[in-house]
């Protein structure tokens, strides 16, 4: 079976969030499946200066008027997934982020730029390069939302197409006057009008053959006012379509015992070196050297739905309380302002970087002791479940994949040795600041701490059961047969070379 993965970002070759974990994880577990999945990725500038022997596949002419347009075949490190760049030097190769500019601004040609990316995507399926068709579109968020609709629209036989809502709050919402130069069907606007605008994460909705959410719970909760972003009614309608598959974690990526950005390494079999791992980043980061003073650290998007807001009105109570609070994030300016202004304020126990570092992520969760992961709506959360496996343990909102991952410590489930985080449930600062008060008065029983902390780091959230969710879904949705595991398909490669 063939799949043509469609996303906005992939790690290594470009990253703003959890999309660009998962967009490299769930392919190369999906190939271990035997299924030939191969990415199409817009060509920025940092993916093209991260890929590595990058080939010209093939001309796409210039089908939005932007400017040649060319794809450029290239491998996700480590891995034999086939990725495409989009090359369009005119959208794509630019200073700032993917979606902004440097001042934080999105990016006033965004409906275009991405519109390329799904154009190319149809292209694909219309023309077959290299002799290679999909059996299926699997589009990721409002930046492949286009990309049913086209082949909807397109008046001809088409392959299966799977839609993947990340975080059904972003939604890409652009003027109606943009749908002139976006080359659409003519009938695109009833499946795309969103109040008088066009939502590209409508038109997936609308037009795929099946959706899927990033967790169970988060898939509940979009079918209700309160969570699904004015687009419940549509998904209601869509119920039967609709599917939550936990995301999984790529622990050749995550995990402590192999981690080549720590200061020390360290497993659930023997976690002393995590202390060692404290004291590196209290030292990076110029923090008071206290082995026993609590570590927090705060790793989300500083956006309205992770909760800054609250955080920041909680923590000066609990800082003078005795802790150290850490934090390395980006997002609104008026977040990052305030942030700063608390570390000046407490020097030696608040720490604040803005910006994400990949590096300095990975040491923040070995040596930290709490992951503050507060949020208002979660579609998944990945870095609790990347904590957990660094026997940081996470404090969260209980709410969308955070409920379906992170077992609250209740005294019952300390005893029965599942607890593996702390959970409250509503978004206010006194649930908030119980719940840390809480994880504190914990930290402060060392063997209760240390059996909370087994438990987290034993948990397994590997791709292996999701991938294998995706790859019935696809078969579902494409009437093929069940795929053979890579070593299977390897041997039979090799007795037809034999008997040949």
């Given at each position: ?10 790690y ?64 996700l ?13 005119a ?108 939502s ?126 850490v ?37 923040l ?12 709506f ?17 404090l ?7 409920a ?71 078969r ?24 040949a």
């Open positions: 079976m063939r799949v043509l993965y469609v996303t906005s970002e992939v290594p070759f470009a990253k703003t969030g959890g999309l660009a974990d998962v967009s490299a994880a769930l392919p190369a577990a999906l190939r271990e499946l035997g299924i030939d999945v191969r990415l199409l990725v817009p060509g920025y500038a940092q993916a093209m200066a991260q890929a590595s022997e990058l080939q010209d596949a093939f001309s796409l002419g210039n089908p939005l008027g932007c400017g040649e347009v060319r794809l450029l075949e290239t491998h490190p480590q891995t034999d997934v086939p990725v495409w760049l989009v090359d369009c030097p959208l794509y190769c630019r200073s700032g982020g993917l979606y902004q500019s440097e001042t934080g601004e999105d990016w006033p040609d965004n409906a275009l730029r991405f519109a390329l990316l799904n154009h190319v995507a149809a292209d694909l399926v219309r023309e077959p390069k290299r002799g290679w068709m999909p059996d299926l579109i699997h589009a990721n968020d409002w930046h492949a939302g286009l990309t049913p609709l086209l082949l909807a629209r397109g008046g001809r036989p088409y392959p299966a197409t799977l839609f993947t809502i990340h975080n059904l709050a972003y939604q890409g919402l652009f003027d109606v006057a943009e749908m002139a130069r976006l080359h659409l069907p003519d009938d695109a606007y009833s499946a795309m009008e969103f109040y008088g605008r066009m590209f994460l409508k038109a997936g909705i609308q037009s795929a053959n099946a959706i899927t959410t990033v967790s169970p719970t988060y898939a509940t909760e979009i079918l209700t006012p309160e969570y699904g972003c004015g687009l419940d009614g549509l998904l209601r309608e869509r119920v039967s379509n609709l599917t939550g598959i936990l995301n999984g974690v790529d622990y050749r990526i995550w995990d402590p015992s192999t981690d080549p950005y720590l200061a020390c390494n360290y497993s659930a079999r023997s976690v002393a070196a995590k202390s060692d791992c404290k004291r590196a980043i209290q030292m990076e980061l110029g923090l008071k050297l206290d082995a026993d003073m609590p570590l927090m650290a705060f790793m989300s998007r500083l956006v309205h739905q992770k909760m800054p807001d609250v955080v920041l009105d909680v923590l000066p109570d609990l800082l003078e309380e005795g802790m150290q609070f934090l390395v994030a980006e997002g609104e300016n008026g977040y990052q302002t305030r942030f700063r202004e608390l570390a000046a304020r407490y020097p030696g126990r608040v720490a604040v970087t803005i910006g994400y570092r990949e590096d300095l992520g990975h040491r969760l070995s040596g930290a002791d709490l992951l503050l992961h507060p949020s208002r979660e579609p998944c959360g990945l870095v609790p479940i990347y904590a957990m496996r660094y026997g940081t343990i996470p969260v909102r209980k709410s969308g994949g955070l379906d991952s992170v077992t609250d410590a209740s005294p019952e489930a300390i005893r029965q040795g599942t607890a593996t985080g702390l959970a409250f449930q509503d978004p206010s600062m006194a649930d908030l600041a119980a719940c840390i008060r809480r994880a504190l008065s914990l930290y402060r029983q060392p063997i209760l701490w240390r059996r909370i902390q087994a438990a987290a780091m034993r948990q397994d959230f590997s791709w292996k059961r999701s991938a294998q969710a995706y790859a019935n879904l696809y579902s949705l494409t009437g093929a047969p069940t795929a053979l595991p890579r070593t299977l398909v390897a041997q039979a490669e090799t007795f037809e070379k034999l008997t």
